[in-house]
């Protein structure tokens, strides 16, 4: 089951950071069709937030058809946003995992690493720069 992890000092919205977390499952295939999502209570208890905040989350997810309210049972994925072929990311995953641990090993704290790849991935996508080609 997911687990939200909220930041406060992010400027984004509580409720949109569980959005964006769902979605993240959602791609990253942690979250599969009929998965049932954390309750409010549930989420409240872990993260000291209003029920509300998460009802509307989980309004937002159901408006895109994300995810189902079943009455009495809880609100369950619908469907997915993992591209099939998202297994063979492995090695990527696995590339980036070592890249993440030699940035920390070299003093750099989440913020610093997740401004460095909010960095890259605008100018490699946003300038319409061509994936390298392979070696």
Do not use: H
């Amino acid at each position: 089951m997911i687990e939200y992890r909220i930041d406060r000092r992010s400027g984004v919205s509580t409720y949109q950071q569980i959005v964006q977390q769902t979605k993240q499952a959602l791609r990253l295939g942690m979250l599969q069709p009929g998965d049932k999502l954390p309750t409010a209570r549930e989420v409240v208890e872990l993260t000291a937030i209003n029920p509300n905040t998460v009802l509307k989350a989980y309004r937002e997810l159901e408006r895109e058809g994300l995810v189902e309210p079943r009455p009495g049972l809880g609100t369950f994925v619908r469907r997915s946003l993992a591209r099939p072929e998202a297994a063979a990311d492995g090695p990527l995953r696995a590339d980036l995992v070592g890249w993440v641990d030699r940035a920390r090993e070299a003093g750099l704290e989440r913020e610093d690493i997740a401004a460095l790849m909010t960095s890259v991935l605008e100018q490699r996508f946003d300038t319409g720069v061509p994936p390298a080609a392979p070696n």
